[in-house]
């Protein structure tokens, strides 16, 4: 389920990422378009202007040069170019002028430049008409007067103005318009850029949540190939749980009936003991028999004092016993708490606190761990590692310097095996399993215990997720085999389920 939020919460967002630079394309795109329209517009208006400008400039040049050929000629056909001038001139003002009629800059001087095409074309005018006349002499004096040429020279000034003003303002544009398509062209590559982006995130996004789909069917099909398999598992572990509490009913029941029936049987021979005592003592200086007064005698100095022998011992035994179940009890309820440790360190750890166990033994202990961390309960998984350890240096071999070797690796999928060998007394084949009962012990008893370690210890590995076996030869060593989950909170989840 967070992996179905994750994926669609990735999905819209790179979703959106996409919609807003496709967006941000779009407008800018459209921005550019209208900029590049306007400045079109500008472009073509300020073309047609500049066009006009030179139509005029035009114009009254070839008015002019019509002129002086006819001047020097006398020739009617030079004033060809004069007449067509003169003809277009007016229209070609017009347009000029509307042209500039909504840019200030032009047409403030505008009526300077309409006065010297005027002046200039009544110039032409008067010489042309004087030379038609036979007048040459007036026609080439009007055109020394150089008022001619300073008309032309403002002319030509005032539309060299225009088309410099023109020209700058066209540069601008062109300017602007290579400006925009740079842009233009930038936002493009980096708009597609993060389009192949965003792209590439939605496809590592789909091919992970797909490639995650496949992980979880896989686990599926493998969970449902063995639901089998552990439902057997499952099925064997209540049998022998079953047993093992049929087992310790029996155990118990019998362990602590026998101290019961000695209690009992010895608090009837107390009775008997204490009617001959009392018979001496209520006698109330009565006469007695040689035979009860022996009788009293013998409670006082044996009977009594060994029947409160063994009721005290097996007192004490009940006791023990008791304190025994108490302790795997307490155990059995304490909370189980999985943390991440670091496996040869733990081993290190606990082979530390034995260590002088091992050496007043003159013993060496060899350890090999190919395992990294595990999650796991430490404080159980000391507890386990301790009591083998202290066995193993408690019933080692007398006359033989106690070897003891700790190996740990991988054990299966999820699984890891602790070994613990040492080369001690052994266990004989038929006590393999009958070692890890409550109160049972086998071998030579030459030290003191209750036969509840390796019961306690199969009890913590059990609670682990895990279980314990041993590998023995009398006479040779002892090797106890334990096998537990990598990470015991699977364990704690899958039984919870």
């Known amino acids: 389920m967070k992996s179905t939020t994750t994926f669609i919460r990735s999905t819209l967002i790179m979703l959106g990422v996409g919609v807003a630079v496709l967006i941000g394309i779009v407008g800018f795109s459209l921005w550019l378009a209208n900029l590049n329209s306007n400045v079109a517009d500008e472009t073509a208006s300020l073309r047609r202007l500049r066009t006009s400008i030179v139509n005029v400039l035009t114009s009254v040049q070839d008015a002019e040069t019509g002129q002086r050929g006819f001047l020097l000629t006398q020739d009617q056909s030079y004033l060809a170019p004069y007449n067509k001038a003169l003809a277009e001139l007016p229209a070609k003002t017009k347009a ?8 200030p800059e032009y047409s403030i001087r505008l009526p300077e430049l309409d006065m010297a095409i005027d002046a200039k074309m009544a110039e032409l005018a008067d010489t042309i008409a004087l030379t038609k006349g036979d007048d040459l002499a007036a026609a080439r004096s009007r055109m020394k007067s150089n008022d001619g040429r300073d008309q032309m020279d403002r002319i030509r000034a005032i539309l060299n103005d225009y088309l410099s003003i023109t020209d700058d303002r066209l540069r601008v544009l062109v300017a602007q318009q290579l400006s925009a398509a740079n842009t233009l062209q930038w936002v493009t590559t980096g708009g597609a850029i993060a389009i192949v982006f965003v792209l590439g995130g939605a496809l590592f ?46 155990i118990v029941t019998h362990d602590l009936r026998a101290p019961l029936v000695n209690i009992m049987g010895f608090l009837a021979e107390f009775d008997t ?37 063994f009721i005290r011992s097996s007192t004490r035994k009940m006791d023990a016993l008791i304190n025994a179940i108490l ?6 309820r304490r909370k189980i708490q999985p943390e991440r440790i670091a496996l040869k360190a733990t081993i290190d750890a606990t082979i530390a606190s034995v260590q002088h166990q091992i050496v007043a033994s003159e013993g060496k202990i060899e350890t090999t ?17 301790g ?25 299966g999928k999820g699984r890891i095996r602790i070994d613990v060998k040492d080369n001690g007394r052994g266990i004989a084949e038929k006590d393999h399993e009958r070692v890890f009962e409550l109160f049972r012990r086998a071998g ?7 036969g509840i370690g390796l019961a306690h210890v199969r009890s913590l590995v ?29 364990i704690i989840r899958s039984i919870e389920l």
């Open 387 to 411: 009591n083998l350890l202290d066995n193993a240096v408690k019933y080692h071999m007398p006359g033989r310097p106690l070897s003891l070797a700790v190996t740990a690796y991988p054990f």
């Open 273 to 309: 003991s204490l009617k001959a005592v009392s018979a001496y003592v209520l006698s109330e200086g009565k006469p007695l028999s040689e035979n009860e007064v022996r009788d009293a005698q013998l409670a006082v100095k044996e009977d009594l004092p060994e029947a409160m022998g």
């Open 205 to 250: 996004i789909i091919f992970g949540h797909v490639s995650e789909l496949s992980r979880t069917r896989e686990e599926i099909m493998a969970l449902n190939a063995g639901l089998e398999e552990r439902v057997d598992e499952r099925t064997h572990d209540l049998i022998r749980a079953n047993q093992e509490i049929q087992k310790f009913a029996y």
């Open 327 to 332: 302790k795997i009890s307490r155990d059995g």
């Open 462 to 490: 059990r609670n682990l997720g895990g279980d314990i076996t041993v590998k023995s030869e009398l006479g040779v060593g002892s090797t106890f085999m334990i096998d537990l989950p990598v990470d015991l909170t699977k």
């Open 369 to 385: 761990v190919k395992v990294g961390d595990i999650v796991t309960d430490k404080f159980s998984l000391e507890q386990i590692l």
């Open 444 to 450: 030579e008893q030459d030290q003191q215990g209750e």
């Open 96 to 103: 000029l002028a509307d042209n500039v009629s909504s840019r």
